[in-house]
């Protein structure tokens, strides 16, 4: 892909750098409208500048190339609360995904749910020190629970 571009930095937890790396084949995304990590970082773009996100909070960026094509339209700039909100965007699509991933392997293979979820954390290269495994567990067993009794 030739022509200008920029690249934007967004600070990120190391498990989800390591979850996008993996889903998405590179540590470089290109934002485009063919992808719903690209379409939600063309929607996060503006005119303006606004405050840098406080970077201590993450241990980690993932990097997206914005063609000219898109940031001459849409901006260049992505504001601390954005930043924020791609995180948090992310996180709620890594639980999902997590989520589905343990349900299905306990139903059609009868796999133990803390076995899933580790299968799962393999498959993405994240470890105990990206984030604490016990915590996962216990978040999709209330989300097991919420779902049994009020469904989705």
Known sequence: MGGLAITVDFPVKRY???YLQTKYGTNLLVASRSNALGYLV????????????????YDDVFAVR?????YTSNG?????KQMVMFNKIVDKLFREELFHYIMMAHRFHGQKFSYALNEFLN???INEDD??????????????IKMMNHGY
């Open 42 to 57: 063309i929607a996060l773009l503006n005119r303006t500048p606004d405050e840098p996100v406080v970077k201590d909070t």
């Open 131 to 144: 984030i604490n495994s016990e915590s996962l567990l216990k978040d999709f067993k209330r989300r097991k």
């Open 66 to 70: 914005v063609p000219e094509s898109i």
């Open 76 to 80: 260049l700039y992505i504001t601390g």
């Open 16 to 18: 989800l750098r390591k």
């Open 123 to 125: 498959y993405y290269g």
